[in-house]
């Protein structure tokens, strides 16, 4: 086989990693409840799957491949364990994984929701319901969870565990909820669903590997939550809010690569059928008896999307929008994105005393959005020491290198006298 075959190989195995590995741990878990045991088993197949591709070729059905030596590895797993009457459990349970690698279908189901609301069961602790979604469903390591859920590595990696042992321990069922309790179990699966989109959405170049298509998978399960549950407000908000954003993502890089920020896209590169779709969920969640903090945030990309009839961005309504999701969330990201919309109304000054103040050991410090703006709004108030403060704070703390290069472009522009 030439160079050429191996990579092909390689390349099929990563795809298939990146698309199916929820799906697979979904299906594989689905009788024995051992996530853990699943994702070691389907672990041990791509390992495989990277030996025996390459010299043998791609199979047909790649998916069936693997999730038959997944089985095979789960089954001499449990072999290897002593005799007991939990084994003798599993190994009922291995019996009847046989069975039904014996009668596999040509389509494989997609078990992915049944297993996201089983991670998000009152029985598992509840800050570490989004997360465990995220590392089942998606293949989250516990690092860049701990990172989104600011928490470190170790101890997320120590939660996970524990839950997983809790699933297998309290034989959680992993199938869809009826609609009661799915409703009471949708705020992490939402949480969950929107922290992946937001994970893809910082690679808007797609040059990491890990995050390809991660915003795609993110609104894949969103629009089949909302097929499961068309009047909750809350679902139809979040996929209208991905669906915005993801309207412009063909307009957030130049042709030569560098960053464009939203105020400086042009609306003719969004995507008018996405925006449409989004609308329309939007005015769908507003019919119904219940408002939530995605609505909002999909109503303030409503707004910045009215630019492209109108040729202006609604500021005015957008910061009404932003007292509302403010007294919600008491975010702070939602605070400093109201005193730029304080800032378009009312000025630089106003925008600046908008600001959260910073707190000793706020989060703020590190993070890089909040210096960006307080440099923007200090050079335009003519302060231009703090400005370049600001300005090389974000910097710093900026690790996209295109942004990186943005942000000392604005620096040189802000703070070079006209001539």
């Not at 089985?71 to 939990?86: C, E, G, H, L, Q």
Request: proline fraction near 5%; hydrophobic fraction near 50%; charge should be neutral.
């Amino acid at each position: 086989m030439s160079q050429g075959d191996d990579r092909s190989a390689i390349k099929a195995a990563e795809a298939m990693a990146r698309r199916s590995y929820g799906k697979l741990v979904a299906i594989l878990a689905a009788r024995t409840r051992d996530v853990a045991g699943a994702e070691d088993a389907l672990s041990e197949a791509f390992a495989s799957a990277l030996a025996d591709w390459p010299a043998n070729g791609a199979p047909l059905n790649p998916e069936a491949w693997l999730l038959a030596v997944a089985r095979r590895k789960m089954i001499d797993a449990v072999r290897r364990r002593r005799v007991s009457a939990v084994a003798s459990e599993h190994l009922k349970l291995m019996a009847e994984e046989l069975e039904a690698t014996a009668s596999l279908a040509p389509d494989i189901p997609d078990e992915r929701l049944a297993l996201m609301f089983a991670c998000a069961h009152p029985a598992i602790e509840s800050g570490v319901r989004a997360p465990l979604i995220l590392q089942t469903i998606l293949g989250f390591d516990a690092q860049t969870i701990g990172s989104a859920f600011l928490v470190s590595p170790a101890a997320m990696g120590q939660r996970l565990a524990r839950a997983k042992n809790k699933i297998r321990r309290a034989r959680i069922p992993l199938r869809v909820p009826d609609r009661a309790d799915m409703r009471a179990r949708l705020a992490a699966v939402l949480e969950a669903v929107y922290a992946a989109y937001t994970e893809g959405w910082s690679d808007p170049a797609g040059t990491d590997a890990s995050l390809r298509n991660l915003a795609e998978e993110a609104i894949w399960l969103g629009r089949l939550i909302v097929a499961l549950l068309p009047k909750e407000a809350e679902a139809l908000g979040l996929l209208a809010l991905m669906l915005y954003s993801h309207a412009r993502r063909g307009a957030r890089r130049s042709p030569a690569g560098e960053f464009v920020p939203l105020a400086d896209q042009d609306p003719a590169l969004w995507d008018e059928a996405l925006i449409d779709e989004a609308e329309d969920l939007l005015i769908r969640a507003s019919t119904l008896d219940a408002f939530d903090r995605y609505q909002l945030e999909a109503a303030i990309q409503s707004a910045h999307v009215v630019r492209r009839r109108t040729g202006a961005t609604d500021w005015v309504a957008i910061e009404r929008l932003y007292d509302g999701l403010c007294a919600i969330t008491g975010s702070p990201v939602a605070a400093i994105n109201r005193a730029i919309a304080v800032a378009q109304t009312r000025g630089p000054a106003a925008g600046l005393a908008a600001l959260p103040i910073l707190a000793p050991g706020s989060r703020l410090v590190e993070y890089q959005p909040y210096w960006a703006a307080r440099a923007e709004l200090h050079a335009r108030t003519g302060e231009m020491a703090a400005a370049r403060e600001a300005y090389d704070q974000a910097i710093a703390l900026e690790i996209d290198p295109v942004v990186r290069r943005f942000l000392q472009r604005r620096q040189t522009e802000s703070l070079t006298p006209p001539r």
